[in-house]
């Protein structure tokens, strides 16, 4: 190969790197999460975010009243919106990250949480009105919730996307047989 | 909680035992076809039973709550109340546990080489837990 060739070819080569790297940069936006991560860490998300106040509910001695006030095909109705709510923001925000760093991971973790957040409080308050019929007193639990609900869905998500990267990060290396 | 007919309630407790029976059953087959058959078998039994294992844990918290609302307002405590305690303790435990377990899997069936030594020690002790969860739940129905 002529020197002048070999240059040509080595600058495809650079540009195809490159074109590579913008790809991988991009790729996070628009890639499709593996299906078998997003479903294991909705349901991990929903299981835990219902068990863990139960057992603080329980200790306080709260339970009893609360369970009292739900009818039983409202809470199963509730959890498989909360499920379902998980599923989709879960794949949002794995199709928006790496998991390669806290910062990286948090952000979008947090936004896709108050999205939760919010449209679960959305769900409650569509129970709420069915169940009691009055609009006025649903509007104002939506103003008063809305804020609080976001705020605490992006606070749960960043504590998960904590998590989820040290599960995924202790997987990796189990799976992989790498050491400590 | 208002009780459901007698028909849903046991609609209810039936999708949890059956939920438990997933988990659980599905647990010692892949314990035991990961300490028996060659990696590609392994990770293919791994990856369905990790699918159908959440969909159990999820259906067995949903109607956990259910059969927990049969009881209100009157949730029990004493020695029901530790075995209930240490019920959602263990389930806490057993649900980290096992997204790190799923991690695996899917890490294990991106290698060259997948470490299924650690997928069998994994599913050997998902079994175990969730062994321990069905006797606590036998404590806590018949005392």
């Known amino acids: ?180 | 909680m208002v009780p459901l007919s007698t028909a849903a309630h046991l609609f209810v407790r039936w999708l949890h035992v059956l939920a438990m029976a997933v988990a659980l059953g599905g647990g010692v087959t892949a314990w035991a076809v990961s300490h028996t058959a060659d990696a590609e078998t392994t990770l293919a039994v791994a990856t369905t039973y990790e699918v159908a294992f959440w969909g159990a844990l999820g259906t067995l918290v949903m109607t956990g709550v259910g059969n927990l609302g049969a009881l209100a307002p009157a949730i029990p405590r004493g020695r029901w109340g530790v075995a209930f305690v240490a019920k959602l303790g263990l389930l806490l435990v057993v649900l980290g546990g096992s997204a790190v377990r799923t991690a695996t899997v899917r890490a294990a069936r991106d290698a060259t080489r997948p470490a299924t030594t650690t997928l069998e020690r994994g599913y050997a002790l998902t079994t175990l837990a969730l062994a321990v969860l069905v006797a606590l739940a036998a404590v806590m129905a018949h005392g």
């Not at chain 1, 991990?44 to 739900?70: D, E, I, K, W």
């Open chain 1, 1 to 180: 190969m002529a020197e002048s060739e070999r240059a040509a070819s080595d600058a495809d080569t650079a540009d195809t790197a490159d074109t590579a790297d913008t790809a991988d940069t991009a790729a996070p936006q628009t890639a499709t999460p593996d299906p078998l991560v997003r479903w294991a860490l909705a349901s991990f998300h929903a299981a835990a975010l219902l068990v863990a106040p139960l057992l603080g509910l329980y200790a306080v001695g709260a339970l009893g009243s609360l369970l009292q006030g739900v009818r039983t095909e409202v809470g199963l109705g509730l959890y498989l919106a909360l499920w379902g709510l998980t599923w989709w923001t879960n794949g949002r925000w794995l199709a928006a990250t790496r998991l390669d760093g806290v910062r990286e991971a948090v952000v979008p973790a947090a936004a896709w949480g108050a999205v939760t957040g919010v449209c679960f409080l959305l769900v409650l308050l569509l129970v709420v009105l069915l169940t009691l019929g009055e609009p006025a007193f649903v509007a104002i639990l939506g103003i008063v919730g809305t804020p609080v609900s976001a705020l605490v869905g992006a606070s749960a998500g960043a504590g998960f996307a904590v998590l989820d990267l040290l599960i995924v990060t202790l997987g990796d290396r189990l799976g992989t047989g790498e050491p400590f």
